[in-house]
């Protein structure tokens, strides 16, 4: 049952980064959501990625990264379309629409 452990293993990760994200820990919760990423890609698991690319965004964006926030959820986006969970996919669209909006507002105060 290594790949449960593993799974559970990220899963706790990703909730550790976003424990700290809500109590404004933005940079130690990104630590967490790497680490996360990084299990991913070590243990070739795919099925939370869509996760911690939609938690990274999500902090990226609180943080004023809109050029990252964006790239991570497009990511989120793609894995999500993959798996086909349509109320996944719809708070990626989400998510990206504010991002886009609030890039848009940016620009316009530049």
Known sequence: MVDGNIKREVVTLIR?????????????????????????????????????????????????????????????YKLRELKGDTSLIKSTKQALCLVKRLKSNNSLLN
């Open 16 to 76: 550790l980064g976003e424990a700290l994200k809500y109590n404004k820990k933005h940079y130690e919760a990104l630590e967490y959501f790497d680490k996360a990423l990084n299990k991913f890609k070590e243990d070739k698991i795919n099925n939370h990625l869509d996760f911690a690319f939609q938690h990274i965004g999500k902090c990226l964006m609180e943080l004023g990264r809109l050029d990252e926030a964006e790239k991570n959820f497009i990511e989120a």
